[in-house]
């Protein structure tokens, strides 16, 4: 898995990460999004929600975390992204981070999709995806690389 700073985060074709707290949903939508809305009967931020959106062509992912997420709540949250969304992953991510996040929450984020990242499959088969060559775009709002 490799990482790397991006000052936009729209310079990628990749699929797109967006978290997301509970009590900023909208904000967040309008700062990074302004033309899309989403009902909150189909998302809005709640704890271990995901819901995913094509716009334009590009491919969007929204985690809800909650209101106060604690470390291992942004650890689990991330770490089921590439544990569950396998298929729809493929070389390139990238991950949008709103300047309401610390540096040591984005750090519990990165932490949890790299957990995700790990399959126990040593004696299958068939064996799962692997994501060594994972290349994610990180962008965030006023934090330094």
Do not use: C
């Amino acid at each position: 898995m490799k990482f790397h700073y991006l000052e936009k985060s729209n310079t990628i074709s990749a699929p797109q990460i967006f978290p997301i707290l509970e009590d900023e949903f909208e904000s967040i939508l309008k700062e990074f999004l302004p033309n899309l809305s989403i009902s909150k009967t189909l998302f809005s931020g709640k704890k271990d929600s995901q819901h995913w959106v094509e716009l334009e062509g590009k491919i969007l992912l929204f985690i809800g975390l909650g209101n106060s997420p604690k470390s291992k709540d942004l650890q689990t949250s991330f770490r089921r992204i590439l544990a569950k969304n396998e298929d729809k992953i493929t070389d390139q991510l990238g991950i949008s981070f709103s300047e309401r996040f610390s540096k040591e929450e984005i750090e519990q984020m990165l932490i949890g999709l790299k957990l995700g990242s790990y399959k126990a499959d040593f004696y299958k088969q068939e064996r799962s995806k692997n994501f060594n060559d994972l290349d994610i775009a990180i962008s965030a709002k006023n934090q330094a690389s």
